[in-house]
């Protein structure tokens, strides 16, 4: 099975379809496939090795220029890494073992489950 991102015309993923592998042997066989039984036509497969940087999630946006699908920004204070198309935090979270959640307020990693 192939996945396909169905995007609308701001490039947001609205959709994710599936197609069998002997209907879309390659990505444009399987767009053509797509755009004929749905009548929609802007489409691109999301692969699970990395290619593309994500797998392709309702809500997430397809980037051209990085060839790329991209997680909504959750934190303002975050920044896009180019090289994974993931938003990372101002701070790295502590590696202690601990859980944290991070506060945008502070900008700063509060732990959970304190004792």
Known sequence: MKNFAKLNDGNEIIDVACVQDEIAPTEE?????????????????S?????????AGVGMTYDS?????IP??????????ND????????AQPDDGKSYD???DTKTWTELYKK
Do not use: M, V
């Not at 066989?29 to 497969?45: A, M, P, R």
């Not at 220029?65 to 699908?69: E, R, T």
């Not at 909504?72 to 890494?81: C, G, P, V």
């Open 29 to 45: 066989e399987g767009i053509d496939f797509l755009k004929n039984t749905t009548g929609h036509s802007n489409w691109k497969q």
């Open 47 to 55: 692969y699970i090795d990395g290619t593309r940087k994500n797998q």
């Open 65 to 69: 220029s990085k060839d790329a699908f």
């Open 72 to 81: 909504r920004q959750i934190f303002s204070s975050w920044t896009l890494n």
């Open 84 to 91: 994974t198309c993931q938003w990372e935090a101002p701070k």
């Open 102 to 104: 991070w506060d945008e």
